[in-house]
């Protein structure tokens, strides 16, 4: 059987074997936020007991999808195969005139996490099917304890097999997914094989065209991780409002009902104790103490938290802050906060980026943010980043926008579209609902206005809410606009609004479009809406190192630094204004962007994509310098 064919096997023989996925977690008055549930998170996998599955990894392109189907595209009779877990060099040992069209084990080999872009320079544009397998041996089989297979994310279909055994499978590119592979895991001689497609249909989330590299691949960790039988599932840590720190525990296992959870702060000698009820939920809550450090940008404290519950104790590193909403600012701690921030892509700084954000990589992307543009903000775009970014950002002291794509154009009247969406949102909140630094969740970006777009952003809305009800909820619209006594006049209108916390609006006036650039500074805002607004987008695109003092022509540092001037003096205009992310840190991969000056990258970054700084980001720098040293 050529082992194009056994994978077929695998991904049919199993199903009746594949252990039933957990799910995740809720707080117990929490509506049921989709029909279609996401496989385990995980959450805090990185502070518990593991092994990386991460390094070399054998990897196998696919373009046919013959590794799903025989050449008819149909499925083999499962009973005859040998499922995922063939050895084709002791099969070939046994018989050297057998044949396979794959050979996996001793297929070329790749690091993990990577996107297979890095891989050799004919993947550089390669868009679909490729297959991964590693093999290994573990010590984390124990009596009374689970082991899951941990993907910290995979872009963007991900089908999984161990030993011979379908595990499960994913859609979405940017969120955490696990399975639990206790009953299918040997101590010596693991097979594991997964499927990454990165191919998008019209009804994926995102679309097939977006304005971004693809980057397909496992391009973030994979683990092992071990816990009890019965485990923290989800801990929701924080303080709210009213004063009060409130944690909501749920438990998964056979033993989860009726436990008693402790979560306590050393630091702040408190601890909060409860049993759980039937679903293995508890919720608690105590008066913050009085020497509670507040989290905030400029004192970015982080406490140690622990969850106990039987034999499991989740430990985590949690700052306590509150975020809402009075009016037209955004109010963080109580005090009005003006976010100087911008856009960033899951990009690391170099030539050949490949989505390999390391601790070192985060930390020198945000650095250029907080120090180098004197910023307490970042939108991260256009999905989500890497949780390593996240707990960064915690550490660092940056706020935080995250978003799902639900970008330009998605399937907005297809339900399993926003099955799809939905479960992106879950995951992504329930992987950083105790990340202070996290104040914005996104529900999309630049989608054109039509009734199944309102509803299916709503839904979104209402979901993230649903799931956490401590931040702030919005998404980057767009506007119309138009002239009125020679001046540009724009109206926010987006009928979305009523369920958005903050306005947040992408403009590009005096890059695209007909406007001067000299006209940009007059432009005039209007909002009936009593809510901030967050410039979520501006920017203007050069090649590091193009000059034209004189005429200050398009793609010059001269015109960008032109654009940021006058676009900062428009938005010292706006009464309601409460942020500014403009697009974009740094220039990133685009294969869309194609003329001479772009070639495959948007040259938007007020840095380049080695991060040498532009004459945009000193005007940028400085505006943020003078506008923190106000207040």
Same mark, same amino acid.
């Given at each position: 059987?050529?082992?194009?064919?056994?994978?077929? =096997?695998? &991904?049919? @023989? #199993?199903?009746? +074997?594949? /252990?039933?996925?957990?799910?995740?977690?809720?707080? $117990?008055? *929490? %509506?049921?936020?989709?029909?279609?549930?996401?496989?385990?998170?995980?959450?805090?996998?990185?502070?518990?007991?593991?092994?990386?599955?991460?390094?070399?990894?054998?990897?196998?392109?696919?373009?046919?999808?013959?590794?799903?189907?025989?050449?008819?595209?149909?499925?083999?009779?499962?009973?005859?195969?040998?499922?995922?877990? =063939?050895? &084709?060099? @002791? #099969?070939?040992? +046994?018989? /050297?005139?057998?044949?396979?069209?794959?050979?996996? $084990?001793? *297929? %070329?080999?790749?690091?993990?996490?990577?996107?297979?872009?890095?891989?050799?320079?004919?993947?550089?544009?390669?868009?679909?099917?490729?297959?991964?397998?590693?093999?290994?041996?573990?010590?984390?089989?124990?009596?009374?304890?689970?082991?899951?297979?941990?993907?910290?994310?995979?872009?963007?279909?991900?089908?999984?097999?161990?030993?011979?055994?379908?595990?499960?499978?994913?859609?979405?590119?940017?969120?955490?997914?696990?399975?639990?592979?206790?009953?299918?895991?040997?101590?010596?001689?693991?097979?594991?094989?997964?499927?990454?497609?990165?191919?998008?249909?019209?009804?994926?989330?995102?679309?097939?065209?977006?304005?971004?590299?693809?980057?397909?691949?496992?391009?973030?960790?994979?683990?092992?991780?071990?816990?009890?039988?019965?485990?923290?599932?989800?801990?929701?840590?924080?303080?709210?409002?009213?004063?009060?720190?409130?944690?909501?525990?749920?438990?998964?296992?056979?033993?989860?009902?009726?436990?008693?959870?402790?979560?306590?702060?050393?630091?702040?000698?408190?601890?909060?104790?409860?049993?759980?009820?039937?679903?293995?939920?508890?919720?608690?809550?105590?008066?913050?103490?009085?020497?509670?450090?507040?989290?905030?940008?400029?004192?970015?404290?982080?406490?140690?938290?622990?969850?106990?519950?039987?034999?499991?104790?989740?430990?985590?590193?949690?700052?306590?802050?509150?975020?809402?909403?009075?009016?037209?600012?955004?109010?963080?701690?109580?005090?009005?906060?003006?976010?100087?921030?911008?856009?960033?892509?899951?990009?690391?700084?170099?030539?050949?980026?490949?989505?390999?954000?390391?601790?070192?990589?985060?930390?020198?992307?945000?650095?250029?943010?907080?120090?180098?543009?004197?910023?307490?903000?970042?939108?991260?775009?256009?999905?989500?980043?890497?949780?390593?970014?996240?707990?960064?950002?915690?550490?660092?002291?940056?706020?935080?926008?995250?978003?799902?794509?639900?970008?330009?154009?998605?399937?907005?009247?297809?339900?399993?579209?926003?099955?799809?969406?939905?479960?992106?949102?879950?995951?992504?909140?329930?992987?950083?609902?105790?990340?202070?630094?996290?104040?914005?969740?996104?529900?999309?970006?630049?989608?054109?206005?039509?009734?199944?777009?309102?509803?299916?952003?709503?839904?979104?809305?209402?979901?993230?809410?649903?799931?956490?009800?401590?931040?702030?909820?919005?998404?980057?619209?767009?506007?119309?606009?138009?002239?009125?006594?020679?001046?540009?006049?724009?109206?926010?209108?987006?009928?979305?609004?009523?369920?958005?916390?903050?306005?947040?609006?992408?403009?590009?006036?005096?890059?695209?479009?007909?406007?001067?650039?000299?006209?940009?500074?007059?432009?005039?805002?209007?909002?009936?809406?009593?809510?901030?607004?967050?410039?979520?987008?501006?920017?203007?695109?050069?090649?590091?190192?193009?000059?034209?003092?004189?005429?200050?022509?398009?793609?010059?540092?001269?015109?960008?630094?032109?654009?940021?001037?006058?676009?900062?003096?428009?938005?010292?205009?706006?009464?309601?204004?409460?942020?500014?992310?403009?697009?974009?840190?740094?220039?990133?991969?685009?294969?869309?962007?194609?003329?001479?000056?772009?070639?495959?990258?948007?040259?938007?970054?007020?840095?380049?994509?080695?991060?040498?700084?532009?004459?945009?980001?000193?005007?940028?720098?400085?505006?943020?310098?003078?506008?923190?040293?106000?207040?």
């Amino acid at each position: 059987m050529r082992l194009a064919q056994i994978f077929v =096997v695998a &991904v049919t @023989a #199993a199903l009746l +074997a594949t /252990p039933a996925d957990a799910r995740p977690a809720r707080p $117990a008055d *929490a %509506p049921a936020y989709s029909t279609t549930v996401p496989g385990t998170v995980l959450v805090n996998a990185d502070r518990r007991t593991g092994e990386s599955l991460s390094g070399p990894w054998h990897y196998s392109v696919d373009p046919y999808k013959d590794g799903m189907a025989d050449f008819h595209g149909k499925p083999l009779d499962v009973t005859h195969g040998r499922g995922s877990d =063939v050895n &084709v060099e @002791a #099969a070939m040992k +046994a018989d /050297p005139d057998v044949f396979f069209e794959y050979d996996l $084990a001793r *297929a %070329p080999v790749g690091p993990v996490p990577s996107a297979w872009i890095a891989y050799s320079p004919e993947l550089r544009y390669y868009n679909g099917l490729m297959w991964y397998q590693k093999s290994f041996d573990t010590a984390l089989i124990k009596s009374g304890q689970r082991v899951f297979l941990r993907f910290a994310a995979a872009d963007y279909k991900t089908m999984v097999y161990l030993n011979g055994h379908r595990v499960g499978e994913h859609e979405g590119g940017f969120t955490p997914f696990s399975f639990d592979v206790t009953r299918l895991l040997r101590e010596k001689n693991n097979n594991l094989v997964v499927a990454v497609d990165s191919t998008r249909t019209p009804d994926s989330v995102p679309t097939q065209v977006t304005d971004w590299e693809t980057y397909g691949g496992l391009i973030r960790d994979v683990t092992l991780v071990a816990t009890p039988e019965t485990y923290v599932d989800d801990d929701f840590i924080r303080l709210t409002t009213d004063g009060l720190i409130k944690a909501d525990v749920a438990l998964d296992g056979p033993a989860k009902a009726g436990q008693v959870v402790e979560v306590s702060v050393p630091a702040l000698k408190l601890s909060l104790k409860g049993t759980t009820d039937a679903d293995g939920h508890v919720s608690l809550s105590t008066r913050a103490p009085k020497d509670l450090k507040r989290w905030s940008p400029d004192t970015p404290t982080l406490y140690e938290v622990s969850v106990k519950a039987g034999a499991d104790v989740l430990t985590d590193r949690i700052g306590f802050r509150t975020i809402e909403v009075k009016g037209t600012q955004i109010i963080l701690n109580g005090e009005p906060i003006f976010l100087r921030g911008i856009c960033l892509h899951e990009e690391e700084f170099g030539p050949n980026p490949s989505r390999r954000i390391t601790p070192e990589a985060s930390r020198a992307l945000l650095s250029e943010i907080k120090t180098g543009l004197h910023g307490n903000y970042v939108r991260l775009s256009h999905y989500p980043h890497s949780e390593i970014t996240t707990r960064m950002a915690d550490e660092m002291g940056l706020l935080v926008w995250s978003e799902v794509p639900v970008y330009w154009a998605v399937k907005f009247d297809n339900p399993d579209t926003l099955k799809v969406a939905q479960s992106m949102m879950a995951e992504n909140i329930l992987r950083d609902r105790n990340r202070a630094s996290v104040i914005i969740w996104s529900v999309a970006n630049e989608t054109p206005i039509s009734d199944a777009r309102n509803s299916f952003l709503t839904a979104l809305a209402r979901e993230a809410k649903a799931l956490d009800g401590t931040r702030l909820v919005s998404a980057a619209l767009l506007t119309g606009k138009k002239t009125v006594d020679g001046h540009i006049d724009i109206t926010i209108d987006d009928p979305l609004i009523p369920e958005l916390d903050v306005m947040a609006v992408n403009t590009y006036n005096g890059w695209y479009g007909n406007d001067k650039i000299a006209d940009v500074p007059a432009t005039v805002w209007h909002s009936s809406f009593n809510k901030p607004l967050i410039l979520s987008e501006f920017g203007a695109e050069t090649l590091y190192g193009v000059r034209d003092p004189v005429r200050e022509a398009r793609f010059t540092e001269d015109y960008q630094a032109k654009y940021y001037k006058n676009t900062l003096a428009m938005a010292d205009r706006i009464p309601f204004l409460a942020g500014l992310s403009p697009w974009i840190l740094k220039d990133f991969r685009s294969p869309r962007r194609q003329n001479i000056w772009q070639q495959g990258w948007n040259r938007k970054g007020v840095v380049s994509e080695n991060g040498e700084r532009k004459m945009a980001f000193f005007v940028l720098s400085d505006y943020y310098a003078k506008m923190a040293a106000k207040k």
